[in-house]
């Protein structure tokens, strides 16, 4: 059974940065795509970026030029550097596992999900 573990989320001003993490556990995450998605009050989880298995890199319009997604296999870690942070990333954010190696920017195609963090953007 994969468990995925998020940390590093908090409450921050528009401006700064965070790094979010995701620990797998299970099995090794080398060979699967990886992905970051958040969930804001009221709206649908939205993609945010992701990370083939051949590392290749992929973001959402609105996190473009700000977020930066990582892997660390040696470490079966998923990493998402967050800077110039607005308040509408305020959100939910998770971690999920893909069910190949190719990003896919749809919930339904991943198949692990990590609990969440939870970051906060004051203005």
């Known amino acids: 059974q994969v468990q995925l573990v998020e940390s590093g989320g908090g409450l921050v001003q528009a401006g700064d940065s965070l790094r979010l993490s995701c620990a797998a556990s299970?099995?090794?995450?080398?060979?699967?795509?990886m992905g970051w998605f958040r969930q804001a009050p009221g709206k649908e989880r939205e993609f945010v970026a992701g990370?083939?298995?051949?590392?290749?890199?992929y973001y959402a319009d609105s996190v473009k030029g700000r977020f930066t997604i990582s892997r660390d296999n040696a470490k079966n870690t998923v990493y998402l550097q967050m800077n110039s942070l607005k308040p509408g990333d305020t959100a939910v954010y998770y971690c999920?596992?893909?069910?190949?190696?190719?990003?896919?920017?749809?919930?339904?195609?991943?198949?692990?999900w990590g609990q969440g963090t939870q970051v906060t953007v004051s203005s």
């Open positions: 999920a596992e893909g069910i190949s190696g190719v990003v896919f920017n749809t919930p339904p195609l991943y198949d692990y």
């Open positions: 990370v083939s298995s051949d590392g290749r890199f």
């Open positions: 299970g099995r090794t995450i080398s060979t699967y795509a």
